[in-house]
């Protein structure tokens, strides 16, 4: 990226945060803090109204804005691929306010690039498992990234997993992640009095009040950070027949799985787990072309598996 560019990004960078700190301007670049201090004050020098705070960052004065950005056509697409994204994994009321900036996008775009995007939208398909349908309303994901933004409570009811019964829930949610096909949010939940997990599917209503958060809470960073501390995870390193490896391409990733390298005929996956006792389960599938490399204890575990199942036949 010749110098032009690279200021014009940071320009584009420091437009889209409050706050932009001259390491992670150095990081993206892959330039050096003098570098990034050269950049800024010609930024400065070309009449950009910036301000400064050692040990802060930079920011562009409150009120100054750049004129419309033109896209490359290589970031057309990838917009393009993520409304695709969006159609399918999230909720009603996200999905309208991601095609609402979607079209913004594609109003300042040149008439080829234009063409371009409507050409290759018909070209992309996401294929979604389909779950049983839930009576979560449309609303519920849009509902909680208003309250993790403005630090609001809200009120839902929810249907648990372990129980038929429903249970009426204020919480305070501090973020959201998408995993294995379902969306769940990490709050406080003040019936329980601590961080609890949420599959938002199984939410059948939800309201944001005006109450503010009662606490101060971690970023949701720092809360999965102390989570992994905290949880006992364990490395499981199996060997499987290279037939066998090209099975376990999709549902290796459900158990933890980490990485994997060839030896001839075999190949050896690690993984790491919390759940010995379900990651045994699944390995009873194809335990005749399986060896288990570690942990040692898990080689009686399976057995006894066997033993029970032999039982029951």
């Known amino acids: 990226m010749n110098r032009f560019d690279r200021i014009t990004a940071i320009l584009i960078q420091l437009q889209s945060k409050k706050i932009v700190k001259a390491q992670d301007l150095a990081d993206r670049f892959d330039i050096s803090l003098r570098t990034v201090y050269r950049d800024i004050r010609s930024l400065e020098e070309a009449g950009v109204p910036l301000y400064g705070e050692a040990g802060v960052g930079y920011s562009l004065v409150d009120g100054y804005r750049l004129p419309p950005i033109m896209f490359t056509r290589e970031e057309a697409l990838t917009f393009v691929t993520a409304e695709k994204l969006m159609e399918q994994f999230t909720d009603v009321a996200t999905k309208a306010s ?5 079209y913004k996008m594609k109003a300042v775009l040149r008439s080829d690039e234009k063409d371009l995007v409507e050409t290759i939208e018909d070209s992309i398909l996401i294929r979604k498992h389909n779950h049983a349908k839930t009576d979560s309303p449309d609303n519920t994901l849009d509902s909680l990234l208003k309250c993790i933004s403005e630090n609001c409570v809200a009120k839902m009811t929810y249907n648990a997993f372990n129980s038929e019964e429903t249970t009426q829930r204020t919480i305070e ?7 294995n096909q379902f969306w769940y949010v990490i709050a406080w939940c003040h019936l329980r009095k601590d961080y609890r997990q949420f599959r938002t599917d199984r939410v059948s209503d939800i309201k944001i009040t005006s109450e503010k958060f009662h ?6 960073r720092e809360y999965l950070e102390s989570i992994e ?3 006992n995870v364990e490395t499981v390193v199996i060997r499987v027949d290279k037939k066998i490896a090209r099975y376990l391409q999709n549902q290796k990733y459900y158990y933890g799985y980490i990485s994997e390298t060839t ?5 050896e996956m690690t993984f790491q787990t919390m759940f010995i006792e379900g990651f045994a389960r699944w390995l009873l599938m194809f335990a005749d072309q399986a060896e288990i490399v570690e942990p040692s204890y898990m080689k009686a575990q399976m057995k006894a598996l066997i033993s029970e199942i032999a039982k029951n036949l």
Not at 98 to 102: K, L
Not at 263 to 267: D, E, F, K, S
Request: aromatic share 12%; glycine share 8%.
């Open 263 to 267: 030896h001839g005929n075999t190949v």
């Open 98 to 102: 991601y095609q609402s900036a979607m």
């Open 173 to 179: 949610p501090i973020g959201i992640y998408h995993e």
């Open 215 to 220: 606490k101060k809470h971690p970023s949701f």
């Open 229 to 231: 501390k905290e949880q």
